[in-house]
């Protein structure tokens, strides 16, 4: 039979394990319940924040000098679970956060923060956009695509497959320099920013291209061939000059 116990507060009868528990007291269980216990101590924090920040203070006066070689070790070892505590604690308190960024003080904080690590930040985001390319090129080409009301569903990893599968080469002219993404059917024609639409260009034939029709342009373009021509049909499953995937 499960052990209950009256809570001197609420007045509930609950069970043994909603009751904390307490060695110098006849019963082993404290006399409120876990909820009140709770109630009391948010009701107190509330009540006396001056007095527990003044205590927080000369608590982390009189501890250890702050070793921020031990916080850079512990950041690396923590990585992952402290990145998840941090996406987890931005959903809970979403609309929270929202409010706080609207404010005032906010705004000024940043920035002031801004003027004054205006020359880091400038080489954070150069650094940034040197490791994440084709990240913000990917969303660059969303926003793009979503203003023309046009499907927009290409990813990181998509783009990755698509490279793999050309060898890393431009698919038109077969040579192995920096890819961009090339819209088989041209963005102003309704061309989607999905796996279905998307070929690994070079920039001189992503220009030479532009915005014209592959089928009139590839035959007379200088690095025509008639095998990487078919590489690209078949990727995208062209047959009789129409595309037979689905919309992905």
Known sequence: MMETKICTKCGEKLSLDMFNKQSIVKSGHRADCRVCQSKEKK????????????????????????????????????????????????????????????????????????RKNKKILYEKK??????????????????????????????????????????????????????????????S???????????PSCKSCNSSKWNRDFFTWYKTYEFYSKTRESKILKFLNYKGGVQQLKII
């Open 43 to 114: 009701l107190y924090r509330q009540n006396n924040k001056e007095i527990i920040k003044e205590k927080n203070r000369k608590y982390t006066n009189g501890r250890k000098i702050y070793d921020p070689l031990y916080a850079k070790r512990y950041y690396m070892e923590n990585k992952e679970s402290i990145a998840k505590r941090q996406k987890e604690n931005r959903e809970v308190n979403k609309e929270k956060l929202k409010m706080e960024r609207e404010t005032p003080e906010f705004k000024k904080y940043v920035r002031e923060y801004y």
């Open 126 to 187: 150069k650094e940034y956009a040197k490791t994440h390319r084709d990240e913000i090129n990917i969303i660059a080409q969303r926003g793009r695509n979503r203003r023309r009301n046009l499907p927009s569903t290409l990813t990181v990893e998509q783009w990755e497959n698509i490279k793999i599968h050309f060898d890393n080469k431009c698919a038109y002219c077969g040579k192995e320099l920096f890819l961009a993404q090339d819209h088989f059917l041209a963005l």
């Open 189 to 199: 024609k309704g061309g989607e920013y999905t796996a279905n639409n998307i070929i």
